[in-house]
DNA sequence: TCTTATTGTTGCATAGAGCAACAATAGTAA
DNA sequence: TTACTATTGTTGCTCTATGCAACAATAAGA
């Protein structure tokens, strides 16, 4: 297991990476009904963000992707999916830079590695939210699940960059089963149904719904019924991940 | 319009570049019943590759694609989609820039610019065969339409490229009108549905594939029959834009 | 004029999705 | 205990899209 190196910016060794390019990624979670995305809050300067990261020279674009989900979720083995590559001058924007650097006592100057024009790759992935535990990076100090619906204002053209990840995660939701990722262990026709629903923003037919997911083989009802909640006891379900 | 710069290696002043970034643009056309790529060959060298380039400090990426597809086709107003991004570490293979500097009479030193590591944006661009006129740049010396089930070997991961590409045009020929792209102004049924098989690599039931099209109100059918051919002469189609 | 291969069109069978109906049932209220 | 209610599981009907087969139309060649 990797054990989180904090670092402040001034001891980091920004050579190590290569210059010009960023990841960002849109971490999804889904709770109550509500689709949610992993935030950053830098330190003292009020700017919240996506959570994002930078390319070891050494290191593969996909690998680093991967280590900034692990260093922002603390899980492994994550559902991942390179979707866009956001290389706009407008987003070229050195002020919200300058802010970050300053609320950390480094002086602004045009040559540190932070005030360039960066070139963006866009991952999203989807995460259990029952298991994710957010963690800030020596960039920021807080980290926390955003319902989708009421978005706060984030630098840049993050907001964006999460419209583009949400129209990829429409269009792959239909095409492949990959919303279990979503889901906790098991769950019930319903949550399922609900998750599709908030995620292509438009009601589903339930009963189409129930036949086209049992038919399609995967997923696998277990014998005991949820209860707790009112009226007749629902299935639960489980996803087997075959083909 | 623009004129194209004829300048070698030596002349090109590198520092305009972002470094690090790259394009790889995978240009498709369609001439008989064959789907082809153009393909670029390097001078004094015999390498091949899909025709590249950079992007300027001050421009942004798509804009930087369009420039070097129109570099490449004298073409305007292309079908230009972002494709993927490449980033692993065993692309980045200096061996063959530094065979194309030889080639050039330019010194292999490490820290010339084509000798970085390069994460490259993959694009892919549907032109009209019959329109295209390929034109070699300033580091190749020609320029020509390949069929794609005969590829010839490509440097670097070039041939993993173009099989993303193959795969996202697949994707989104189904669910989107894309294809008129790859057709000259008018065209029959047969000529569109041939398009359609070659791309999906399967055979596409006839009477289905016309109703479908019809019924889509894409097309527009063009009162005169195309004659020449054996047989019952077909309809002349016109692709319509609205939405 | 006849033959042949291809195109345009239509009808039928099948599969999938929307919709409605109904039984089953876990909690709630009486 | 019993009746009520809301939700789930299931089934049948309809509508649409697609695959398949049949047939008429027809341009070129024999």
Not at 46 to 62: I, Q, S, T
Not at 66 to 88: A, C, K, P, V, W
Not at 171 to 178: A, D, K, T
């Amino acid at each position: 297991m990797e054990k989180p190196q904090i670092e402040g910016i001034k001891d980091t060794d920004w050579s190590r990476f290569l210059p010009g390019i960023s990841i960002d990624c849109v971490i999804f979670g889904y709770h109550d009904r509500e689709l949610k995305i992993l935030i950053l809050e830098f330190k003292n300067t009020g700017y919240l963000a996506l959570p994002g990261g930078f390319v070891y020279k050494d290191e593969d674009l996909d690998e680093a992707a991967e280590r900034t989900l692990r260093e922002r979720t603390s899980l492994d083995n994550i559902y991942l999916d390179q979707f866009h590559t956001f290389g706009n001058m407008e987003r070229y924007d050195t002020e919200y830079m300058r802010g970050v650097l300053k609320a950390n006592g480094v002086a602004a100057t045009e040559d540190h590695f932070l005030m360039q024009r960066f070139i963006s790759v866009g991952y999203y992935a989807l995460v259990d939210f029952s298991k994710a535990h957010p963690t800030p990076d020596k960039l920021s100090d807080s980290c926390f699940w955003c319902d989708l619906d009421e978005l706060p204002e984030l630098i840049q053209d993050h907001r964006l960059i999460i419209q583009y990840a949400l129209d990829t995660l429409k269009e792959n939701i239909e095409h492949m089963p990959i919303s279990y990722n979503l889901m906790s262990e098991t769950f019930t026709m319903g949550e399922l149904r609900s998750l599709h629903e908030t995620i292509l923003e438009k009601k589903i037919n339930r009963t189409s719904f129930h036949r086209k997911m049992v038919n399609s083989g995967n997923l696998k009802r277990i014998g005991k019924k949820k209860t707790g909640g009112a009226h007749r006891a629902p299935y639960l379900y489980r996803f087997v991940k075959d083909n």
